[in-house]
């Protein structure tokens, strides 16, 4: 079976990387994919969106959790980012420690040719 990279050399992923108030956890996720799933979220309105994002939790830490995503171009995400925090203002937000929400940003310089991938899948 071929495998797919998780992102493409070249593009970027942004890495949230929070923690949520105790024992907010349920509340947390059901704001974030109620925000997340719905027409206002401006990030899947954005082209230089490559692959939308996938909101993990910590398995030795429930209360940790992280949002990650591929992007074309990180300049587009910040300034939606920032439309999100400064207008928008989703409601999960408050469910974080902080209410801190940015990313860190890092380039993917290494993914697997598909020649490689398909030549592996034999």
């Not at 949230?16 to 059901?30: C, L, N, P, Q, T």
């Not at 939308?52 to 587009?76: K, N």
Request: proline residues 5%; glycine residues 4%.
């Amino acid at each position: 079976m071929a495998q797919e990279p998780i992102a493409t050399k070249g593009n970027f992923l942004h890495i949230y990387d929070f923690r949520v108030k105790a024992g907010h956890e349920a509340e947390f996720i059901k704001s974030f994919e109620t925000f997340d799933y719905s027409d206002t979220n401006p990030m899947h309105k954005s082209s230089a969106q490559v692959k939308d994002g996938v909101l993990c939790r910590d398995t030795e830490d429930p209360q940790r959790f992280y949002l990650i995503a591929e992007w074309a171009d990180i300049e587009e995400h910040a300034k939606i980012r920032k439309i999100l925090a400064e207008q928008i203002k989703p409601e999960f937000i408050k469910y974080i420690e902080g209410g801190k929400f940015v990313p860190k940003y890092v380039e993917v310089v290494s993914s697997t040719p598909d020649e490689i991938l398909q030549k592996a899948a034999g």
